[in-house]
Structure formats: structure tokens, C-alpha cells
């Protein structure tokens, strides 16, 4: 009788058991992290075209995981190479993980055509010939951005390599009312366009390149397509006496890597050149284009510097 009834009550607790937990509200999922506060572009790398004197055009964009809109952004525009594209400046220059770091916006945008090419000027390819609009595109991705996301008008800068490094110097010389600094890398202007350069107002300047650059020499020269180049000392003694900096430059050297620092020069600008001995058409501190190009030069990170310089040069 005992055992029946110990039966009984065992059998009656586990229905009771059952009944609670088929009461039970199920654990609710772990909260999702919370997007960053204003933006309506994802984080990361993504792709985006926009129509611009009648071709479509294409930028990638990326958006480092600390963004918020309550802190208006910097935005640096990085311009691929010749026969490159956007994925390809990515590459070689890093921007990614320094944005990542410094919570900075980076776009790529890409040039036009089958070749690829941006028009500086009278250079290069058929982006030159054709005479494409790229300052105007330019202007387009800036306004696409602004309307996007929280970008700080006074911080907006411009770099890029080799054919993107003359657009970059061609940006300095037309668009300084919304460029604040620039930073070509392993590139001069053609002459024609130097002697043109007209820029709004002191700009703050920081190049580089390698003396063993081959397809853009140091010294400059003359192209089978007959485009000739200013030497880099010619490039940087324009921005120098444009942007009112001491005539002599502070040197420092280390290793293969010189350095001259021109300031203090007017409206807090300043003019900076590194130089590589030895250095190939490449990107310091990066990876290299292609093993024809050459291997860069890893004593020094152009983009590391690069940052360092625009984040101390925003719009006066």
C-alpha cells in the first residue's frame, strides 16, 4: 500500500514538473550588437554606383566599425593606379585596417574605361583623351557620402598611386575649397598641368617616392606618348613657395628613408616629402603591385604617415 501510494506521489510530481516547464516563456536570443548610431550604409567594405555625366561610375566603401554619427567622420578618397582598381588600392595601401584604427571613412573610387584610367590632364590614357569628367565625379561621391553618412566637410583629404597620384595633384590644384590636404605617392604632374595649377588657397601637401621609380622617375622625363613629367623637386618647390614655407627644409634620415619637413607655411599648412633610395614604383609600408613593379619598401608606412599628416591637417 505504502509502495502505491510513493507511486502515486512520484507520478503526480513529475505532471507537476511537466506542467511548469510547458509554462516556461522561452529564453529569449542574445540581443543583437546595436548598428552604429546614424548609419544607413553597412560596416565594412561595400560596393556602390552612382551615374555621373552619363557613365555609370562605381566606389567601394568602407566603414570602420566604430563610425557614429554623433562624431562627424573624416573621409579619405585613395585612387588606384593605372590598369588597377578599387580592390587593388585596398590592397597595396592598407587604408582598411588604418581606418579600422582611427575610426575614419575611406572610399575607393574606380576610374573609366578599359584601361582604367583617371584623368589628370593631360594624363593618362584614354580618361585624358576623352577628356572624362573625373573632378566632377569626384565632387559626386562627396555629396553621395555627405548625404549618407555624418562626414566632417573640413576633413576630407585625398591620396592615390601613380595615375591616381596625379589626380590626387590635380585635385590640390581645382578642388582645395573642399580637399584638405593631399598625399600623391610615386607620381609627379605633367608639366602642362604644373605650370596650370592654380589652387584656392594654401594647401598642405605629403609625397613619396622611391628613386629607382621606374615607370615615374624621380628625376621626371618624357613618356613614348610624349607627356613630360616635372621632376619631384620641381612638384614639391611649387607647393613650397605657393603655400609660403620656409625655402630650406628641416631634413632627417634613417636607414634609406629621407625626410624634409617644409614649415611652418601660411593658413597652418606645411609641405613634406619622403623620400625612398632605392625604392621601386610601389607603396612604403604596403604590398607591392606586381613583381615587375618591385617589391616596396617596408622601413616606413606611407599610410600609417599619411593619416598622421591629414589627421594634423584639417580645413582651416
Known sequence: MKSNLRRIVFLWGMLFLAALACGKTPAAPPPSPPAPTGVSLPVGDSEHTLVYAGLERSYVLHIPPGYESSHPAALVLAFHGITLDAYEMMRISGFDAQSDAAGFIVAYPNASGEQKSWNGGHCCGQA????????????????????????DPKRIYATGFSNGAILTYRLGCEMADQIAAIAPVSATPAREDWEACQPSRPLPVIHFHGTADEPNPYEGGVTPGGVQFVSVEEAIRFWVDFDGCPSEATRSQSGSIIHDVYAPCRAGASVELYTITGGKHAWPGGEAVSRRMGEPNMEISATALIWEFFLAHPMP
Do not use: P, T, Y
Open 128 to 151: 585624358a583623351r576623352d577628356n572624362v569628367d573625373d573632378l566632377g565625379f569626384v565632387r559626386a561621391v562627396i555629396e553621395e557620402l555627405s548625404a549618407s553618412l555624418d562626414i
